[in-house]
């Protein structure tokens, strides 16, 4: 998929509606349409990366800067003390279905151990 044709590129550009909860000159975060938890909120990057095998060295800092926008995010949704969880699905077996990196972050309820 490239970007003309990418979901997140459309609603980063307003072109498709979305709950924005968050945004700053390097990522943007909004509200999940199928939410899997009481808080379920993507943070993506700005600039369109597909996946994790797109990620570079020059993208190091825009990749620690998902999570630092995740912890104000978590803080400001007042999940940040109960706790939350932060997912990246990377492609077909890891369950990727918008080949737009995002992050999920989900809290509001306890979720049971991914690993069982
Ligand atoms: P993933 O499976 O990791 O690629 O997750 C993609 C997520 O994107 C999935 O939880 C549903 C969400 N999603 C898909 N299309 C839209 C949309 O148009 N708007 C919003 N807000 N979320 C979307």
């Known amino acids: 998929m490239n970007k003309t044709d990418c979901i997140f590129c459309k609603i980063l550009a307003g072109e498709i509606p979305s709950t924005q909860v968050y945004r700053d000159e390097q990522v943007t975060a ?10 379920h909120v993507l943070i993506i990057p700005n600039r369109h990366i597909s996946s994790v095998n797109d990620v570079t060295e020059a993208d190091e800092g825009l990749m620690g800067h ?3 926008a995740a912890k104000q995010i978590a803080k400001a949704e007042g999940i940040a ?3 939350y ?3 990246i699905n990377t ?9 737009h ?3 999920h972050l989900l809290g509001g309820q306890r979720m049971r151990h991914p690993m069982g």
Do not use: K, N
């Open 30 to 39: 909004f509200r999940d349409i199928h939410p899997a938890a009481p808080t």
């Open 66 to 68: 998902l999570f630092t």
């Open 81 to 83: 003390e109960s706790g």
């Open 85 to 87: 969880r932060l997912i």
């Open 91 to 99: 492609g077909p077996d890891g369950g990727q279905e918008v080949f």
């Open 101 to 103: 990196l995002h992050l």
